[in-house]
C-alpha cells in the first residue's frame, strides 16, 4: 500500500462547478496535512494546510480531514479555469527523531472546461 | 515569485562535468529542502538540512552532494551525473522539521544530462 493516494484522474469539471479532490494515507499518526497546486512546468504551490479533524475554509478552497478514515479532502467552488493543474496532497509522515517527512500523493490532473 | 530562490532556472552539462544548484532563503526557516521531480511524478525528497546539518539523506547517490553554508544558504553539488539524472530540482524551506511546518518551495532548477 503506497504511503498517500490519489486518484491521477484526469478529473474534468465545468466552469462554476464544485471540483472535489481526495487523498487517503497509511500512516495514522500523520498530524499534518497539505494541499499543493502545480501547474505545467513549475513548482508545486501550497495552498492549503490542515491540522485538525474537520473542515478549513480559505476564500474557495475548502480542505476536510478525517483522521479515523485516513482521509483528506480537498473542495474547490466556483471553479475557474485558472484552476487547471496538478494537485499534490502531501502527508507529513515523520521521519527520525520526529523530523518532518513530507511524501506527496501521485497528483491528480484537474482540468476546469469553459 | 516565491521567497525561496534557486538558480539557475536551467542547466544542461555533461557526464563528466561538475556544477552546482543554488538556493536562498531569507524568511529566517531553519529546515531546507531538496526534492527531486521527474515529469508527471510528484516530488521525492532527497536531503534534510535542520540548523545547518543534515538531518536527512534518502539513500541518495554520492554524485549528489548537499551542502548546508548557513541558515540562509543550501547547495547542491552535482558530479558525474547520469542521463537518468535529468529532473526538475526543488529546494524547499520551513520554519523547522519539527512539528507541522509547511514547507515553501522555489522555482526550480531544470537539469538536463547529455
Known amino acids: 500500500q503506497k504511503e498517500v493516494e490519489q486518484n491521477s484522474g484526469p478529473l474534468s469539471v465545468p466552469e462554476g462547478a464544485i471540483a472535489s479532490l481526495n487523498c487517503t494515507y497509511s500512516d495514522r499518526g500523520s498530524q499534518s496535512f497539505f494541499w499543493y497546486r502545480q501547474y505545467s512546468g513549475k513548482s508545486p504551490e501550497l495552498i492549503m494546510s490542515?491540522?485538525?479533524?474537520g473542515d478549513k475554509e480559505d476564500g474557495r478552497f475548502t480542505a476536510q480531514l478525517n483522521k479515523a478514515s485516513q482521509y483528506v479532502s480537498l473542495l474547490i467552488r466556483d471553479s475557474q479555469p485558472s484552476d487547471s493543474a496538478t494537485y499534490l496532497c502531501?502527508?507529513?509522515?515523520?521521519?527520525?527523531?520526529?523530523?518532518?517527512?513530507?511524501?506527496f500523493g501521485q497528483g491528480t490532473r484537474l482540468t476546469i472546461n469553459p | 515569485d516565491t521567497e525561496v530562490t534557486q538558480t539557475p532556472k536551467h542547466l544542461v552539462m555533461g557526464m563528466t562535468n561538475k556544477k552546482s544548484l543554488k538556493c536562498e532563503q531569507h524568511?529566517?526557516?531553519?529546515?531546507m529542502y531538496w526534492y527531486k521531480q521527474k515529469a508527471k511524478k510528484p516530488p521525492e525528497l532527497m536531503f534534510v538540512?535542520?540548523?545547518?546539518?543534515?538531518?536527512i539523506n534518502e539513500s541518495v547517490p554520492s554524485r549528489f552532494s548537499p551542502e548546508c553554508p548557513n541558515s540562509s544558504l543550501l547547495n547542491l553539488h552535482l558530479h558525474a551525473l547520469q542521463p537518468e539524472d535529468s529532473a526538475l530540482y526543488l529546494c524547499?524551506?520551513?520554519?523547522?522539521?519539527?512539528?507541522?511546518?509547511?514547507?515553501?518551495f522555489g522555482d526550480g532548477t531544470r537539469l538536463s544530462i547529455l
Open positions: 490542515i491540522y485538525s479533524n
Open positions: 502531501a502527508v507529513n509522515l515523520g521521519g527520525i527523531q520526529g523530523a518532518q517527512k513530507l511524501v
Open positions: 538540512y535542520s540548523y545547518e546539518k543534515l538531518s
Open positions: 524568511m529566517g526557516h531553519r529546515a
Open positions: 524547499a524551506s520551513s520554519l523547522s522539521v519539527w512539528g507541522v511546518q509547511p514547507q515553501h
